[in-house]
């Protein structure tokens, strides 16, 4: 999939609310991963979860060229972070193109499952996705409590009663199967 193609998604997931930098990037990466919508992003695990420089400087193309627009805000909490919603300019890119159509259903199973969610959730569900798909490309064991044990190794700010239930989350959801198929 190329760039302007991409882009179509960005603009798609910006009419979501409640989107900003983070939660862009884990909705790339579980349609991407979950829903097998060729994106064609490689991800990597950095400090909010699955990350993709070509993601983030997709998100800044569309948004220097009126797609999206992304505002600077500071939260209740103090906390600085940005909003993201879809420009007039994405709108029309939107209304236009049979790409996103011919994945709409993909998009609403994601958006079904994770609209709601914090940027901290989608970074801790796209974390154990990400961290069980780790265990089935290395043969690591695919037990809950393998999974959720490397998962907590690598965002120890989460307890492990918080990995598991959103782990089962994943499960009971079956977007974690999805992933692993």
């Known amino acids: 999939?190329?760039?302007?193609?991409?882009?179509?998604?960005?603009?798609?997931?910006?009419?979501?609310?409640?989107?900003?930098?983070?939660?862009?990037m884990k909705y790339l990466y579980l349609l991407q991963t979950v829903e097998k919508v060729?994106?064609?992003?490689?991800?990597?695990?950095?400090?909010?979860?699955?990350?993709?420089?070509?993601?983030?400087?997709?998100?800044?193309?569309?948004?220097?060229n009126g797609y999206i627009r992304v505002l600077g805000v500071t939260f209740?909490?103090?906390?600085?972070?940005?909003?993201i919603t879809c420009d007039a300019k994405g709108e029309a890119l939107l209304s236009e193109s049979p790409v996103i159509g011919a994945y709409?259903?993909?998009?609403?199973?994601?958006?079904?499952?994770?609209?709601?969610?914090?940027?901290?959730?989608?970074?801790?569900?796209?974390?154990?996705?990400?961290?069980?798909?780790?265990h089935e490309k290395n043969d690591w064991g695919m037990l809950e409590e393998d999974i959720c044990a490397s998962v907590q190794d690598v965002k120890p700010q989460f307890t492990l009663d918080e990995i598991v239930a959103n782990y089962r989350f994943l499960l009971d959801g079956q977007l974690l199967s999805k992933?692993?198929?």
């Not at 060729?38 to 220097?64: N, R």
């Open 76 to 83: 209740p909490s103090g906390v600085y972070g940005y909003s």
């Open 1 to 24: 999939m190329d760039m302007q193609d991409r882009v179509l998604f960005i603009a798609r997931i910006a009419r979501e609310p409640n989107i900003g930098k983070t939660a862009m």
């Open 38 to 64: 060729p994106l064609g992003y490689s991800f990597e695990i950095y400090t909010y979860g699955p990350y993709s420089s070509e993601a983030m400087s997709e998100i800044d193309h569309a948004s220097q």
């Open 179 to 181: 992933a692993l198929q």
């Open 104 to 134: 709409q259903a993909q998009i609403n199973v994601i958006v079904h499952a994770f609209s709601g969610k914090t940027a901290k959730e989608l970074e801790l569900l796209s974390t154990i996705v990400y961290i069980a798909l780790m």
